[in-house]
């Protein structure tokens, strides 16, 4: 039962152009969305994250927009650099119903070419 | 000056037997946690403390153990290993409840033979 959805395994991407991750979830208790970076080898690093009062926000080159109706989010990357070569993770919690669980969706292998 | 470091890195064992996996982390927060990556990627979450307090234990065999012996370590002691158990195995700590920003450790990948 996947909660958190990330429907492309991969995506590819020349650098300098705009990377789009998207993110799909199905449980509409969720109010907290989160986005982690992973390299090879090691443990996934927080990225950027968005409240349900929101529909955007920005951290320099990221910014993480959310469509609470289509219960869909996305992470956009411009513009994209070599070094943004990871896999991306999709995060969500629930307040009200799960205060201390985060739900990862499976990862989206972003690969950035020079 | 690791924030989130596990012990070990790599663990290669055989069906049956007893392992454990440390964690320890500098950052002074009070909430630690286990996940396991699958090999479908998925990060689930198995276990959670707060100050040595166990706060979240999902659907997890009883072969699986956490240990909290201060809020700075959670271990992870396994009985009985079986195959299915291989995995990665991620180490993490926020610094308090509710806190859903959280700071991984580089992971220990285990293989069971």
């Known amino acids: 039962d996947q909660q958190v959805k990330q429907n492309s395994p991969s995506l590819s991407v020349q650098e300098g152009r705009i990377s789009i991750l998207n993110c799909d979830y199905t449980?509409?208790?969720?109010?907290?969305f989160l986005w982690y970076k992973k390299y090879p080898a090691e443990g996934p690093t927080f990225l950027i994250s968005?409240?349900?009062?929101?529909d955007k926000n920005e951290d320099g080159r990221f910014t993480v927009f959310l469509n609470k109706s289509a219960k869909h989010l996305s992470l956009h990357i411009v513009p994209s650099q070599p070094g943004d070569s990871a896999v991306y993770f999709c995060?969500?919690?629930?307040?009200?119903?799960?205060?201390?669980?985060?739900?990862f969706g499976p990862g989206t292998s972003l690969s950035v070419i020079p | 000056d690791t924030a989130v470091s596990q012990t070990p890195k790599y663990l290669v064992t055989q069906m049956g037997n007893d392992k454990s996996i440390k964690c320890e982390q500098n950052?002074?927060?009070?909430?630690m946690y286990w996940y396991k990556q699958d090999s479908k990627k998925f990060l689930k979450i198995m276990f959670s403390?707060?100050?040595?307090?166990?706060?979240i234990n999902e659907t997890v065999p009883n072969r699986f153990s956490p240990k909290s012996p201060d809020k700075a370590h959670l271990n992870l002691h396994i009985n009985s290993l079986e195959l299915g158990d291989s995995a990665v195995y991620f180490c993490?700590?926020?610094?308090?409840?509710?806190?859903?920003?959280?700071?991984f450790g580089p992971g220990t990948r285990l293989t069971v033979t």
């Open positions: 993490a700590s926020s610094p308090h409840r509710g806190t859903y920003e959280q700071y």
């Open positions: 950052l002074g927060h009070d909430t």
């Open positions: 968005i409240s349900s009062i929101k």
């Open positions: 403390y707060n100050n040595k307090e166990l706060i």
């Open positions: 449980n509409s208790m969720f109010d907290y």
């Open positions: 995060a969500a919690s629930a307040f009200k119903t799960s205060y201390d669980k985060v739900i």
